[in-house]
């Protein structure tokens, strides 16, 4: 970090036009250990990790044009997980800090706002924090790929905006425009509150996931995918009885983008594809899981990504959107995200894949979630986890019924997959 | 671990009372000994009779019939009032808008009534037509010119424009919509105020009023589709797009009549909606408003 401020990066920027009560651009990733979290060791492990990660001990200011990350000198603050996950980042509540850390039990969690960093990054911050809590309660651990040694070196590469970086070197090569579907169904559901988010989650035998994955000769990715839209398309059909009045449904899926592009960055660095079915067609269960990973495989062309890439560059860069000034910006955005961002799909699935611990930590750790922040229209969000020999599905929603997750888990045991469900909190009733 | 009987999967009985994804009672141990045979039995015969008494309610259909029978009243309605007229003076005379006036009816009633055509706009459209030409015949059999129905159909036209806007599925997208009905309403003003030979209301009034109405709606839609989720906001958001409705309205009434930049009522809409408005933001920004107090003041 240069002059004790950042750009934001490109993905970044439209998160604080857009982030409300209702839409918080949070998401959280949570450690469950095997002894009770201690407040004052949490806090000191954080504050040994934060040292290693400068770039996260930032604050978001306002510019003339955009906002930017400054230098936050403010003392770091753990807080006890009693209040709803993914709420808003409240800058009095959190010192202006936009990740907040909190403890319940023997659980540490992690809540991130996308400003700063996309999952892939938030949970190797959470990782460390588990190791150096590990580390000062006395145990002998070790760390991997999916851990930073606090001794390090701060990589220059680690603060990148990776998007802005690669997308300017493919500027010219790669200029096409990629088409998304619009205005696909959303679920027709009341909200129920802005401060409540029901968290349900599906724990399950990786093996046997993948087994049924495998029958159906897919990824457990194509296959959640396929689920998840073959639930949307019944929920449209309930919702919707008028066969005129169906729009497409679509889930947006992120692509970590850091392996393919040989990315240091610890901020974001992900892109997103969105499959969608047409409601005119019929479709059965296969023909699904067929399409998404036709789409998955066309879609995810390195070729296609980068077109991506540099389309969200040229919106980044375009004289209109460069030069209109920040107050103007935060009035017109929600509109435009309203209609050319969240109008692109009616669900989201991160799957943050196999989680592989040091031995040493993973016998302290028993379980990994990762929680995506709610969003009103949509409604629901889906993200997995692979831990050990479990999968975590874990659904966010903030209306009443659970109509996406009763699908969906339902189709998994009719399937053949065993799944244990929870619950935050114990029954809502 | 117990498993939801409707979904299939497990549960911990002792966090969760409930299926938390479709609340179907878990119960427990205890519970399942102490369900009896003929509790079952008891639920099972008050569900059986609650489905024999939906089962026992019917449907008839009696469109068919019921048109055909308008049909044939209509007709010899009509022949009676043929002969009637034909008796009284020996020739057609006034009878001939009564039997205008049953074909009309025939027209709207009964093509509804027979299904003839699959799509409502269809129906629509044909009435327009039908009653166009009813009231252009009727003016001019009355007047034997072309006066009032004038602006009958011109009403009626309108209403069609805006109908189109609403069944014609080729048109996508609230704001085209609502850009056809403006021009469609700016364009009826316009001949309307032609018609009175007088075209400065249209210039001075009606084209502003229209024009205020067409972007307070854009906005309002705007705003609803994008903050669906927030009631307060549509609430406030709506408020303020009717205060400044009525603002203009009157401003332009006023200039219009006195040729004088004035308010005259619309700051008594004002007055109740300004507050009211205020305190919808006051509560959806409550928490942040309290904070702020907090901290600035000390309260």
Same mark, same amino acid.
């Given at each position: 970090m240069n002059n004790d401020w950042m750009k934001l990066d490109n993905a970044a920027k439209i998160y604080p036009l857009v982030e409300s009560d209702y839409n918080t651009s949070v998401f959280r990733f949570s450690a469950t250990l095997d002894i009770e979290i201690k407040k004052d060791v949490l806090?000191?492990?954080?504050?040994?990790?934060?040292?290693?990660?400068?770039?996260?001990?930032? #604050?978001?200011?306002?510019?003339?044009?955009?906002?930017?990350?400054?230098?936050?000198?403010?003392?770091?603050?753990?807080?006890?997980?009693?209040?709803?996950?993914?709420?808003?980042?409240?800058?009095?509540?959190?010192n202006g800090y936009l990740f907040r850390v909190l403890y319940i039990d023997n659980k540490i969690s992690i809540e991130f706002n996308h400003i700063l960093a996309d999952g892939t990054a938030g949970l190797?911050?959470?990782?460390?924090?588990?190791?150096?809590?590990?580390?000062?309660?006395?145990?002998?651990?070790?760390?991997?790929?999916?851990?930073?040694?606090?001794?390090?070196?701060?990589?220059?590469?680690?603060?990148?905006?990776?998007?802005?970086?690669?997308?300017?070197?493919?500027?010219?090569t790669h200029c096409n425009k990629v088409d998304n579907v619009k205005g696909v169904y959303h679920i027709k559901d009341r909200i129920i509150n802005r401060n409540k988010y029901i968290i349900t989650y599906g724990i399950m035998d990786s093996n046997l996931l993948h087994d049924t994955a495998k029958k159906y000769n897919c990824s457990i990715t194509v296959f959640i995918t396929a689920i998840y839209l073959?639930?949307?398309?019944?929920?449209?059909?309930?919702?919707? #009885?008028?066969?005129?009045?169906r729009k497409?449904?679509?889930?947006?899926?992120?692509?970590?983008?850091?392996?393919?592009?040989?990315?240091e960055s610890m901020r974001n660095f992900s892109l997103y594809i969105t499959p969608y079915l047409i409601p005119t067609k019929e479709y059965t269960f296969e023909d699904i899981i067929e399409y998404v990973k036709r789409f998955f495989e066309e879609k995810t062309d390195i070729n296609n990504l980068l077109r991506l890439m540099v389309q969200n560059l040229k919106t980044?860069?375009?004289?209109?959107?460069?030069?209109?000034?920040?107050?103007?910006?935060?009035?017109?955005?929600?509109?435009?995200?309203?209609?050319?961002?969240?109008?692109?799909?009616?669900?989201?699935?991160?799957?943050?894949?196999?989680?592989?611990?040091?031995?040493?930590?993973?016998?302290?750790?028993?379980?990994?979630?990762?929680?995506?922040?709610? +969003?009103?229209?949509?409604? +629901?969000? +889906?993200?997995?986890?692979?831990?050990?020999?479990?999968?975590?599905?874990?659904?966010?929603?903030?209306?009443?019924?659970?109509?996406?997750?009763?699908?969906?888990?339902?189709?998994?045991?009719?399937l053949g997959v065993e799944v244990q469900i929870e619950n935050q909190g114990g029954d809502i009733l | 671990m117990k498993y939801c009987m409707k979904c299939g999967v497990s549960i911990d009985e002792e966090k969760n009372r409930v299926c938390p994804l479709c609340n179907t009672i878990i119960l427990t141990n205890e519970e399942i000994d102490n369900l009896t045979?003929?509790?079952?039995?008891?639920?099972?015969?008050?569900?059986?009779?609650?489905?024999?008494?939906?089962?026992?309610?019917?449907?008839?259909?009696?469109?068919?019939?019921?048109?055909?029978?308008?049909?044939?009243?209509?007709?010899?309605?009509?022949?009676?009032?043929?002969?009637?007229?034909?008796?009284?003076?020996?020739?057609?005379?006034?009878?001939?808008?009564?039997?205008?006036?049953?074909?009309?009816?025939?027209?709207?009633?009964?093509?509804?009534?027979?299904?003839?055509?699959?799509?409502?706009y269809c129906y629509i459209t044909i009435d327009t037509i039908v009653l166009c030409i009813y009231f252009l015949l009727l003016n001019y059999i009355t007047s034997n010119r072309i006066s009032w129905s004038y602006f009958v159909v011109l009403s009626i036209i309108l209403l069609w424009?805006?109908?189109?806007?609403?069944f014609i599925n080729k048109l996508k997208g609230f704001v085209l919509k609502i850009s056809i009905d403006f021009l469609a309403t700016a364009i009826f003003v316009l001949l309307v105020s032609l018609g009175y030979n007088n075209d400065s209301g249209f210039a001075k009034l009606a084209l502003p009023i229209n024009g205020l109405v067409f972007i307070l709606t854009v906005i309002s839609y705007l705003f609803i589709k994008t903050y669906i989720y927030n009631w307060r906001a549509i609430i406030s958001t709506l408020s303020i797009n009717v205060s400044i409705l009525c603002f203009g309205i009157d401003l332009f009434v006023q200039r219009y009549i006195y040729d004088k930049l004035t308010l005259n009522w619309s700051y008594i809409v004002l007055i109740v909606l300004i507050p009211f408005t205020l305190f919808m933001f006051y509560l959806d920004n409550r928490y942040k408003i309290h904070i702020y107090l907090k901290k600035k003041f000390h309260i």
């Open positions: 806090l000191k492990a954080l504050n040994l990790v934060i040292l290693r990660f400068p770039y996260y001990k930032v #604050t978001l200011k306002t510019g003339f044009f955009w906002f930017y990350l400054e230098e936050n000198n403010e003392n770091l603050v753990v807080f006890e997980d009693i209040k709803m996950p993914c709420r808003r980042m409240i800058k009095e509540e959190n190797i911050f959470l990782n460390t924090i588990v190791f150096e809590y590990l580390k000062l309660e006395g145990y002998d651990v070790s760390i991997n790929e999916w851990i930073k040694d606090i001794e390090s070196k701060i990589d220059e590469k680690e603060i990148e905006d990776s998007h802005s970086i690669i997308g300017k070197k493919y500027i010219k073959e639930n949307l398309i019944e929920i449209q059909n309930e919702q919707t #009885t008028r066969k005129k009045k497409a449904v679509s889930v947006q899926v992120p692509v970590n983008m850091r392996k393919r592009l040989q990315s980044e860069k375009s004289p209109f959107v460069r030069f209109l000034p920040l107050k103007l910006k935060t009035i017109i955005t929600p509109f435009i995200y309203n209609a050319k961002g969240v109008d692109t799909f009616s669900g989201t699935i991160s799957n943050m894949g196999k989680i592989q611990l040091p031995e040493s930590i993973e016998k302290h750790v028993l379980r990994i979630d990762f929680i995506l922040g709610p +969003c009103p229209l949509t409604k +629901c969000k +889906c993200s997995l986890t692979g831990y050990m020999d479990k999968i975590y599905i874990t659904f966010g929603r903030n209306t009443k019924q659970a109509r996406v997750e009763t699908k969906f888990f339902r189709k998994l045991v009719k | 045979q003929q509790n079952i039995k008891i639920q099972q015969s008050v569900k059986r009779d609650k489905k024999q008494s939906k089962e026992k309610k019917e449907k008839i259909n009696i469109t068919g019939f019921t048109s055909f029978i308008v049909l044939l009243s209509s007709i010899t309605s009509i022949i009676i009032l043929l002969i009637i007229d034909f008796l009284i003076g020996f020739n057609i005379d006034w009878s001939v808008i009564p039997i205008m006036s049953i074909i009309l009816f025939i027209f709207l009633i009964c093509l509804s009534y027979m299904r003839t055509f699959k799509n409502i424009f805006y109908l189109s806007t609403i």
